[in-house]
């Protein structure tokens, strides 16, 4: 069964803009983790968030959890042609297999 | 330090034959995982191997989807007598052994797309 859902399903701005993309989760989780992954190409790890953590940045990237609610933001800064590419949030229940969401498309216009 | 490897990257074959993919982990991990993910699809869990080990098969289709990680070797994942809905693309990801890292980082491979006529 799916875990997380991504939301928007895609996500259109222009360059320099900011984009905001959520994930809703249902059970508990040891970790959420955020992929990318470009058209026809595999995945690229972006950033791991703990469940006992509420906020992360690396580089543009800014990742909230609130296991409150069961959701994560991913949240890229001042956004680049090249960030076009899905999105999904992965999570790990149990320190084995990771249960991705259906990804949200983003496109950065230039 | 090279990545997850996986061959071939495309394969395609004909209803009923068999398709074999191969995946080898980064050096020093001992986990490998196996994913599909179909079109405008998320990736969909299918089999977790250790050295010699099935550990979890829970999203492994019960008939024709094979599995295996020998001690010596990439990991294989067997798929027989492929049927069109078996087109997809098939991740493979690697992590290094429990008590190196507790995050169960996965790291993935470029993947396989598999195209059945």
């Known amino acids: 069964s799916q875990q997380g859902e991504e939301d928007p399903q895609a996500l259109s701005i222009q360059e320099g803009e900011n984009a905001t993309m959520n994930c809703s989760y249902k059970?508990?989780?040891?970790?959420l983790q955020w992929y990318r992954q470009n058209s026809g190409r595999g995945l690229v790890h972006l950033i791991l968030?703990?469940?006992?953590?509420r906020e992360k940045h690396s580089g543009r990237l800014r990742v909230t959890l609130d296991t409150s609610k069961k959701s994560s933001s991913l949240l890229i800064t001042a956004s680049r042609a090249a960030d076009t590419a899905s999105y999904f949030c992965?999570?790990?229940?149990?320190?084995?297999?990771?249960?991705f969401g259906k990804g949200t498309t983003l496109s950065v216009s230039s | 330090n090279a990545g997850v490897m996986q061959n071939p990257r495309h394969l395609v074959r004909r209803r009923g034959q068999e398709a074999r993919l191969r995946c080898s982990p980064m050096?020093?991990?001992?986990?490998v995982y196996w994913y599909r993910q179909l079109p405008e699809e998320g990736l969909k869990f299918m089999v977790y191997?250790?050295?010699?080990?099935?550990?979890?098969e829970s999203g492994m289709p019960k008939e024709r989807f094979s599995a295996e990680f020998p001690k010596e070797g990439p990991s294989i994942l067997r798929i027989q007598q492929v049927v069109r809905g078996d087109s997809a693309a098939y991740f493979c990801?690697?992590?290094?052994?429990?008590?190196?890292?507790?995050?169960?980082?996965?790291?993935f491979g470029p993947g396989t797309r598999l195209t059945v006529l």
């Open positions: 990801a690697s992590s290094p052994p429990i008590g190196t890292a507790d995050n169960n980082e996965q790291f």
């Open positions: 059970t508990s989780i040891n970790n």
């Open positions: 968030i703990r469940s006992n953590e």
């Open positions: 992965a999570t790990d229940q149990a320190g084995t297999a990771l249960i």
């Open positions: 050096k020093g991990h001992s986990h």
């Open positions: 191997l250790q050295k010699e080990n099935i550990i979890d």
